[in-house]
């Protein structure tokens, strides 16, 4: 292991000052407020806009959690399949995504996401300003954009682009462990940050990582 390569543990930490209140949801468009837990009771099949009049499966507010149950939040193309507002979020599995034209956005938010699974979606994940933790996920079969944030930080993560694009696109800085990234144009790329990562798995891709800053690698392995 490389000498400055700080140990990644994902933890979510999102503190709520009070015992957070459950929403349950069986429809499309579900808001989920500051403090509550919503809790996915049933496959959600989205068209958008929704009967309420967003573009959302469900939209989070900063401090809201989303419990998936293990159901699905399956969408169109115009649409997103959960939605953070500005602050922090958290998107807990297990669970599938699909169908949407991005499975997850935010705007500048802190996005944690654990368990789910994002597949055969437009794209992956935009949080372009924001920061996204990402712990035992799987993503594949997007036909345009990867994940895409500021900041990105994993654990037990694999990305496959089927040849369609990024896989992880960060604008400062990447690290964590446990990392496969395949069939993407750019496995895993930082544009003015640094790369850090134990056991990178970069196969099939053309660069296989980019950095701005430096790039940090233990136990890992690069090939075209």
Sequence with gaps: ????????????????TAPAAALDIYG?????????????????DCTFPTPLGTYAGVILESGAVLQMNGHTIDGSASGTGVHCMRGRCAIIGPGVITGSGVAITGYRARIEVSGVTLSDNLGMID???????LTNVSASQASGLGIRAGKVAV??????MSDAGNCIMSQRGV????????????GVSSLHGS??????????????????????????????
Excluded: P, W, Y
């Design 1 to 16: 292991m490389f000498r400055h390569f700080e140990a990644f543990s994902v933890a979510f930490t999102l503190v709520l």
């Design 28 to 44: 499309c468009g579900a808001d989920v407020r500051s403090g509550e837990v919503g809790q996915l009771q049933a496959d959600l």
């Design 127 to 133: 949080d372009t300003d924001g920061t996204v933790s």
């Design 155 to 160: 654990q037990n993560v694999t990305v496959d």
């Design 175 to 186: 690290k964590g462990s446990d990392l496969t990234v395949s069939h993407c144009h750019e």
């Design 195 to 224: 790369v850090r990562l134990d056991h990178l798995d970069s196969v099939g891709n053309s660069i296989g990582v980019f950095a701005g800053g430096r790039v940090e690698l233990a136990n890992s392995a690069v090939s075209g």
